[in-house]
């Protein structure tokens, strides 16, 4: 059986169950379900691939809205993951179009069942919740989900635009976690006796200040950003507690842990002066970007094989952050971005929603769902390519050109 009558069948079988995909990603669209609550779109999607005879294993890595879907080929070999997001924005919906990624682990699943039963090696669509609080795909990523996977691929809207990332530094993006502070002051009369009080908000203050003397001596594409989550209760009563949450940012893993320990040590120096006492919380870190150019390289040729007009303008690093970062440093990854408005559009917004059910926006899911399925294919069947992507991966980042 040859490469090009296999990639063909796994385009038709895409093709054939079209309206299924849609249903489910519409369903799902207008379902809209926050990060880990993703209760109805983890089952649909699920139960929808386990009919299609793969080993579905649910609440993933111990996440209730997880799964693990896996279809083994004809013998050992690579294995390749599709993920699947699936959670919406409060008060937004699909302001994300993660509708549309769900519909793509459905449709690849479809199209990669077309072949397996002649490849060898596994393909497996993961389940992976909360994209967008939370940082699912780390959980799963401590919980060993990814231990045996060979490269991971996904796709994702791109507003207006359609493309792979395929040099450096395009496709990267920024390192984040969150930092929550809490200060612990003496509570005391704020006219009467102030003398006996530790003002907690004080401390809040000079943290951001201190934060802002810091800013002076990071690198340009750093972010560091807060709020004060609480700032006393009464004007009157010299305040026992305050807190703040800052987002840090930076461009690689190694910065953001420098940056945390300098942000850390303002808040320390800020307890210190003021006489408070600070717990520093730190949640989940997603990890920068590493693309796979080399499997970048042949998504994209696979886009325009199955009609997709790529229209991607290369950029530098992006400014912003996900949890498929965190996979990147485990092991080639890729993203299919794609087009579901002809137009610009902002993201996390209600034309996101729109676009993310019109007949053009499901038009193109069809079409990057076939390329993503014929690229799994293709690191399944062409050990060159998963070995390039391998050794990029490697020795990162690559040499400018690459
Ligand atoms: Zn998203």
């Not at 600070?278 to 499997?295: A, F, G, K, L, Q």
């Amino acid at each position: 059986m040859d490469r090009a009558h296999q990639r063909q069948r796994i385009i038709d079988a895409i093709e054939e169950n079209r309206q299924a995909i849609i249903e489910v990603a519409e369903s799902i669209r207008l379902n809209p379900e926050i990060a880990y609550q993703e209760r109805a779109a983890s089952a649909l999607v699920s139960s929808k691939i386990a009919e299609l005879g793969y080993e579905v294993e649910r609440e993933a890595g111990g996440l209730e809205t997880a799964f693990r879907a896996s279809l083994h080929g004809r013998g050992d070999g690579p294995t390749v993951a599709v993920l699947a997001e699936y959670d919406a924005l409060p008060g937004i919906g699909h302001g994300c179009g993660h509708n549309l990624i769900a519909g793509s682990g459905y449709a690849a699943a479809i199209g990669l069942q077309a072949v397996m039963g002649e490849i060898n090696g596994m393909f497996e669509v993961i389940g992976t919740p909360a994209e967008e609080a939370g940082g699912g795909k780390i959980q799963l990523a401590d919980a060993g989900i990814f231990n045996d996977v060979d490269a991971a691929l996904m796709v994702h809207h791109a507003g207006d635009r359609t493309g792979v990332a395929s040099s450096y530094p395009d496709g990267t993006n920024l390192a984040v976690t969150t930092l929550d502070f809490e200060f612990f002051g003496k509570p005391a009369h704020a006219a009467g006796d102030p003398f006996n009080g530790v003002n907690a908000v004080n401390g809040v203050v000079k943290l951001f200040t201190g934060i802002d003397a810091l800013r002076q001596h990071v690198t340009m594409d750093t972010r560091i950003h807060g709020i004060i989550t609480h700032g006393g209760d009464a004007a009157n009563v010299v305040p026992k507690y305050a807190s703040a949450q800052f987002f840090v940012r930076a461009g690689s893993r190694d910065y953001l842990l420098e940056l945390i320990e300098k942000v850390s040590n303002v808040a320390r120096g800020a307890a210190l002066m003021t006489g408070c006492e600070v717990t520093i919380t730190e949640r989940e870190t997603c990890y920068d970007m590493r693309p796979s150019y080399v499997v970048g390289r042949r998504y994209q040729s696979n886009m325009e094989a199955v009609g997709l007009e790529i229209n991607h303008r290369p950029s530098g690093r992006g400014m912003y952050s996900t949890d498929f970062g965190n996979i990147s440093y485990l092991m080639p990854a890729a993203t299919g971005s794609f087009a579901i408005s002809h137009d610009p559009i902002p993201g996390h917004s209600q034309q996101v929603v729109d676009a993310s059910g019109s007949d053009f926006g499901y038009d193109q899911l069809i079409k990057v769902s076939k390329a993503m399925a014929l690229t799994a294919f293709d690191l399944l069947t062409d050990n060159d390519l998963l070995g390039d992507a391998k050794s990029e991966h490697e020795n990162w980042p690559p040499k400018s050109g690459a």
